[in-house]
């Protein structure tokens, strides 16, 4: 999936899946967004893992004091530099999220939505253990995940881009409880309450589950 981000889906092809999403789709990302600013607000330093082409932090950017974007396609975090303008409080990092750049301890919340945990296609717990690495004590962390109840809308959304040939076909016979797969290599699952129940005990962080808007599954931790 990392490859597929990179070279198929980033930039401005990243941006027009976006702008296609259909009105419960819009609730849900902005939902998210809401929530996220709501926990962080006033923090210092937050970091985004998978940023894109800055989105989400454009948004936060306006109630921190500085974020920072990591994301593995250097064509979206060009498109970044343009979209977070005119705010200068950000800095990006073309990075693998499972492997940071940082020293331990450097952020006060880090955060990574819109399944973000599934979709990088890199080892889960590798991902959250790093996340509250690089978390100061008694810092903030959080992940989402799509609930369940979203599904319908999810998939209608993901053959609204594969209609508009930012994904692949969509796999019928494979896709289904969750699972989205593209004949040309596309494939995201979805994180259950059991899951990230698995991966936040064995990083040591205290942590709770919140669904959010129907459309949200989020692990919220404190380090």
């Known amino acids: 999936m990392r490859e597929y981000y990179e070279n198929k889906l980033s930039a401005e092809e990243l941006r027009k899946c976006y ?3 259909p009105p419960r789709i819009y609730q849900y990302l902005d939902a998210e967004v809401r929530f996220v600013t709501g926990r962080i607000r006033g923090k210092n330093r937050v970091l985004e893992l998978g940023c894109g ?3 989400v ?6 109630c921190v004091g500085s974020i920072t974007g990591c994301d593995t396609s250097g064509s979206s975090l060009e498109l970044a530099k343009s979209h977070l303008l005119p705010h200068r409080n950000f800095g990006l990092v073309l990075t693998d999220a499972s492997c940071l ?3 331990s ?3 006060d919340a880090v955060f990574c939505v819109q399944n973000g945990i599934s979709a990088f ?3 889960r717990q590798r991902l959250v253990d790093e996340a509250v690495r690089v978390t100061r004590k008694g810092g903030l962390v959080l992940f989402s995940s799509y609930s369940h109840r979203i599904w319908k809308h999810r998939l209608a959304w993901f053959r609204a ?3 508009a040939g930012l994904v692949g076909e969509i796999d019928e016979t494979r896709t289904g409880k969750g699972t989205i ?4 290599g596309f494939h995201t699952t979805t994180v259950s309450r059991a899951e990230f129940e698995r991966l936040f005990s064995k990083s040591g962080a205290e942590f709770l589950l919140k669904e959010v808007d129907g459309s949200s599954l989020f692990c919220l931790a404190r380090k």
């Not at 797969?181 to 040309?184: L, N």
Request: some cysteine; glycine content about 10%.
């Open 57 to 62: 932090m454009r948004q936060v950017s306006t």
């Open 161 to 163: 881009q594969s209609e």
């Open 101 to 103: 750049a940082f020293r």
């Open 181 to 184: 797969v593209c004949k040309d």
């Open 53 to 55: 082409y800055g989105r």
């Open 19 to 21: 702008e296609i999403a």
């Open 105 to 107: 301890g450097v952020f």
């Open 121 to 123: 296609g890199v080892s």
